[in-house]
């Protein structure tokens, strides 16, 4: 496998490098390149397999590069220091990120599904998606990517009815369609759907208030009902703030 190191502190460099000659033994080749147009010119020269990108470099950041890149067929991860609007955009998009300081077990995952996901080429329509949430201009179809190891789902977020929890997974249920599963806990995606207006209703439950048509009280604390006729139970703990909300609405 190929993989493409830009950053532009050299110790940051072979930090990246010792760490993954740690995480595997097979032979793989290690490019090095230390900012925008370096890097463009390394990814067009090796064209890698896994790219590893700074955001913040001298003459740049990883965005400039990314859009001068037209048809990206790499695998991408993402370098940066704590910058909370990137690092939701790129949980939005499901483009891996690393923290610095970088930690060693969270390169060797981020390296693990890569090199899973090598002939999968989703990067450019993941990049739009990035883009739409770190400009601030979502399309009234803004779309939410959803990313395992064997498929990459591009959902519009108005097809979302909820999500609701199942053991360490969450269950996506769509107006249309059939019910996604990602092995990620519900918890992830209320912190990425909450900005949309997703509302927790149920320590189990993160519903689109949108396609909320009735709350009815008669039943224990309440039960929504939804498009197509789904209902959910809204909690004890929840059933204030699900009725201030909805009352807002009106």
């Given at each position: ?162 999500c609701i929890a199942e053991g360490a997974y969450t269950k996506f249920i ?77």
């Amino acid at each position: 496998m190929k993989i493409l190191l830009i950053d532009n502190e050299d110790e940051i460099r072979q930090i990246l490098k010792d760490m993954i000659l740690q995480w595997s033994d097979e032979n793989h080749t290690i490019y090095e390149a230390d900012g925008v147009e370096t890097g463009i010119v390394a990814i067009h020269q090796h064209q890698p397999d896994v790219l590893l990108l700074d955001v913040e470099m001298d003459d740049g950041t990883g965005f400039d590069l990314l859009s001068r890149i037209s048809e990206p067929m790499f695998q991408l991860i993402f370098t940066t220091g704590h910058n909370k609007y990137a690092v939701q955009a790129f949980k939005f998009s499901a483009i891996d990120y690393l923290l610095k300081p970088i930690d060693p077990d969270e390169l060797t995952a981020c390296l693990e599904k890569a090199s899973k996901r090598v002939k999968q080429h989703t990067l450019q329509k993941q990049l739009t998606v990035m883009m739409e949430q770190l400009m601030d201009k979502k399309p009234k179809e803004a779309q939410i990517v959803l990313k395992d190891t064997d498929k990459t789902y591009f959902v519009r977020v108005c097809d979302i009815l909820y999500c609701i929890a199942e053991g360490a997974y969450t269950k996506f249920i769509l107006s249309d369609g059939d019910p996604i599963y990602m092995s990620r806990n519900l918890r992830v995606y209320e912190e990425m759907l909450a900005p949309e207006g997703f509302i927790r209703t149920h320590h189990s439950c993160l519903v689109n208030p949108s396609k909320i048509k009735v709350y009815d009280r008669k039943i224990d604390c309440g039960t929504l009902i939804l498009e197509g006729g789904h209902t959910l139970p809204v909690s004890q703990r929840k059933k204030d703030f699900v009725l201030q909300f909805l009352e807002k609405k009106i």
